[in-house]
């Protein structure tokens, strides 16, 4: 779907604060509060806008660890792919999952209080899908950049960055 300048602003803005009124969006985006209204339902119906979150920091909730695992399958073949993908989109750990080029099937960012959390995670649920065939692990050392708000048109989206 095309975005105009406006709903790209619009994006931007709630972007970096999505629990804003649609008057504040309105005021900051120089539209008044009936179209801006009518804009947000029409990219919520469209499926520009999915949903509505809070950024939690994982620390203050007990989630220390981060690790980035690398999976291979032992077939590639349509039914693995999606008894994986099933598997692992039940294991609340699993914060993303991409299907891979490259010398893995599969990226998982993965979130654990621990050491000892993440091990039993591999131990008890990741090796446990039928066709995984090899896994590599590594550990984040901290946040160099970690960004939620998608790049869309101007640079107003940029503001959220946060590091």
């Not at 994986?84 to 609340?92: G, K, Q, S, T």
Request: include cysteine; charge should be neutral; glycine fraction near 4%.
């Amino acid at each position: 779907m095309p975005l105009d300048q406006m709903d790209s602003r619009i994006l931007a803005e709630l972007q970096n604060d999505g629990r804003m009124t649609n008057q504040q969006l309105s005021d900051r985006i120089g539209l008044s509060p009936s179209p801006c209204l009518r804009r947000v339902k029409q990219l919520e119906a469209d499926g520009v806008i999915t949903r509505y979150v809070a950024l939690i920091e994982p620390t203050r909730v007990n989630l220390g660890v981060t690790a980035f695992v690398r999976v291979r399958l032992d077939q590639q073949d349509d039914l693995r792919l999606s008894i994986f993908e099933e598997a692992v989109a039940a294991f609340p750990e699993v914060m993303e999952c991409y299907l891979m080029t490259g010398d893995a099937d599969y990226q998982l960012r993965v979130i654990v209080k621990d050491l000892h959390a993440f091990e039993e995670f591999l131990r008890r649920k990741l090796t446990k899908i039928p066709g995984v065939s090899q896994l590599t692990t590594s550990f984040a050392l901290r946040p160099v950049i970690y960004k939620t708000a998608l790049p869309i048109g101007d640079r107003v989206a940029d503001r959220g960055a946060a590091s």
